[in-house]
């Protein structure tokens, strides 16, 4: 067992761990923050993708103990006294959510893209999430709420073009935009 005092969503913790625990399973099993979902434990879908000291990271390629002494934000801790982070509020009003499996290491992602680039164009945002996989295939709702919540006008453009081809192909013609 190794000793570790890492801060997660704000609460230090100081723990025992097994040197060959996952973060993802200290977060979830051991302090139970379950926000944070095990996706393909591969590493490749990224639902589990987690802050650690300011950088994102996919907590089932991270070891608890190289944690220690670090700082942890999960889905759970973007909230604040009861209120959603925008990334939050516009993946729920942008309808981006579909089964929410992925929806989690979508929002830490994005949140890290905003940091470096609080205006993005929609290529950027594809971009900064091609290490995250939504099965549902619901990008673009996805890249609408990242552009929503960074108020980017590309938002009401993605709307559009996503409902004309919507529309095209319920009616069986070709989007032409």
Partial sequence: M???????DGTTYEDEVEPRLLLIHYLRDRLGLT???????TSNCGACTVDLDGETVKSCSVLTVQADGSEVTTVQGLASNGEWHPLQKAF???HALQCGYCTPGMIMAARD???????PGA????????GNLC??????????????????PEASVASTASTTAAASAAS???ART
């Fill in 135 to 152: 099965r549902c295939t619901g990008y673009q709702n996805i890249v609408r709420a990242v552009l929503a919540a960074s108020g980017s």
């Fill in 172 to 174: 069986g013609q070709e």
């Fill in 113 to 119: 893209l905003l940091r470096e680039n609080p205006q």
């Fill in 2 to 8: 190794t000793r570790i005092s890492v801060k997660v």
């Fill in 35 to 41: 926000g944070t979902p095990i996706g393909c434990d």
């Fill in 92 to 94: 729920h009003e942008c």
């Fill in 123 to 130: 290529d950027d945002v594809r971009h900064a999430l091609e």
